[in-house]
């Protein structure tokens, strides 16, 4: 019986030594596998990790690339870096962009991209980064019926000698282009002000002036609504008094009637020549935004601040811009 017994006991130990052999390389094997596993997941997941990171930092910097308006940047360390040397003009620069961080709490700028449409863009970018709505005319006609009323109401057939910036571009067609910049320009603007969140209003300002070909339409849009108010304040101008930049528009002997004015201005505005002063009045009048500009190479003159129009009404909002030459402009930041 005793021998039995250990018989039995000697058999179950070894049955189960050997269940244990099988399970432990099971385990083993299991581990093994669950470790590779993990090892794998964990290369994958940092490889896929790096992945992203240099995909977003590519696209970031073609974003910025891309940009026609730049971060900001710190104002006197731009100073420093664009006007280095004893000249007397760069002294005077700095002195001049000290001033603006001393007095007038100016602390950083943002680089607009120096080309013919470089204060359109400033003017239209600050507008659309403040969330700034439709001038109160604006909200009273359909603006892409200003193309077709000015060729049909108007009799304005000239308008086919409409250039489009640096594309040269005349003829019958230029009408339903025309009537593309406007549809850009209303529906981008509405989209825009409607965002009360400022960082998803400066996002979408970002990637719309990273844009060449829809930016552009923006600013052919409020080249053509200068145009379409110059056309009405001519016809009017015979009847009743029209507001006196008109009056400066016209005594001029390149822009004494629309035709002229399109011709010899509009046309070149974004190929070969920027806004001029008088164009600058017209662009905040229509806007209705008060534009201060803060003009560098005027310092300690009367004319180193100018407010473009001089006459505007106070619910009007302001936006400022920068000039070293009243040919490019920044966007100054103002900090307190």
Known sequence: GRHEVWSWKTASKESLCLMWQKVKVQLILSMSFLTALFWYCRRLY?????????????????????????PEVDLLGYSAREWKGETKQAKQMREAYEELFRSCHIKYLRQVRRDNYSVIRAVLFQIFSQGIPFPSWMKERDILKLPEKLLYS???????????GPERYTGPNAFGKLRKCMEALKTNWAEISATRDHE???????????????????YEAIKFIMLFEVVEAHEQIRNKPVHNLFSLLFARDSSSDPLSFMMNHLN???DSICLDQVELFLLGYLLEVKIRVYRLHRFNTE?????????????WNEISLLTEDDHYYHIPLFRT
Do not use: H, M
């Not at 108007?154 to 409409?162: T, V």
């Not at 998803?200 to 923006?218: A, I, M, P």
């Open 154 to 164: 108007q009799g304005c057939n000239w308008i086919q000698q409409y250039s489009f």
């Open 303 to 315: 004319e180193f601040q100018v407010n473009y129009p001089d006459e505007y009404r106070r619910e």
């Open 46 to 70: 940092s490889f896929l990790a790096q992945l992203l990171k240099r995909w977003t930092n590519y696209l970031q910097r073609q974003l910025i690339r891309n940009l026609s308006v730049l």
């Open 268 to 270: 070149s505005i974004g």
């Open 200 to 218: 998803e209003r400066g996002s979408k300002c970002n990637t719309l002036f990273s844009d060449e070909s829809k930016e552009y339409k923006l």
